[in-house]
């Protein structure tokens, strides 16, 4: 049981501490979400950790006969609310929903990759450094913790702190971000979708010819032989 005073903690490390596999996988989380290059394993073992105690709820109730009504129905409609707050599942999403949340959804759910994804940071590394030094605050309370869980209701609030030389637009770095931004947008808007198969305007002839072969190409009617079968 433990003593009361001393908690106990709750990240789960994996059971089996070599699979290749699973390294290979936690490696590439690790770059893509831009964690600690010394630690940033069991920063997702945390949110693995996390993700298990919320299926292992949702599986419970799933389970459950009497789960309609009563105290159990009221469980089950916290449960729902409570990761719809944390943006981890979609308005009017039912119990079941709760399983299809991946240890990615998670991770993209931190402080530091909601940054990304408004555009103040560069990249998910400058994202954490900006974080840790202080840059960046959630209406007047400013953030230093990148793992930092951020509701849906506060996303709204998030912006570079008031202590902050990026707080002007006139700011080097902004004016970067903001020509940076562009060149992203611009480069969105030139690329055009051809059978699956992402192509930019300097890439007109090979389209066209690519949409040539594709109408010359035989059909699976010509293939087969009169009387005959495919």
Do not use: C
Not at 45 to 68: C, F, Y
Not at 206 to 229: L, M, S, W, Y
């Amino acid at each position: 049981m433990g003593h009361p005073k001393f908690a106990r903690a709750k990240t789960q490390t994996p059971a089996h501490p070599w699979k290749a596999a699973r390294i290979e996988e936690e490696h590439a989380l690790k770059e893509q979400f831009g964690l600690k290059k010394v630690g940033g394993m069991r920063e997702i073992w945390r949110e693995k950790s996390a993700l298990r105690r919320h299926r292992n709820q949702a599986m419970k109730l799933i389970g459950r006969v009497d789960s309609s009504e009563g105290h159990f129905a009221r469980e089950k409609q916290d449960l729902v609310e409570a990761l719809n707050r944390r943006g981890l599942i979609a308005g009017g999403s039912s119990i079941d929903d709760v399983l299809q949340i991946t240890v990615e959804h998670m991770l993209a759910r931190r402080l530091q990759s909601v940054v990304y994804y408004r555009g103040l940071a560069p990249s998910m590394r400058a994202s954490r450094n900006m974080i840790v030094h202080g840059h960046i605050s959630i209406g007047e309370q400013r953030m230093t913790v990148p793992g930092y869980k951020i509701l849906r209701s506060e996303e709204e609030f998030l912006q570079y702190s008031a202590t902050s030389p990026y707080l002007s637009d006139t700011h080097p770095f902004r004016v970067e971000m903001e020509q940076l931004r562009l060149i992203r947008q611009s480069e969105e808007e030139e690329i055009d979708e051809v059978g699956g198969v992402r192509a930019t305007t300097d890439n007109d002839e090979f389209v066209q010819k690519i949409k040539a072969d594709a109408k010359e190409a035989p059909t699976v009617k010509d293939t087969i032989p009169e009387g005959g079968e495919a």
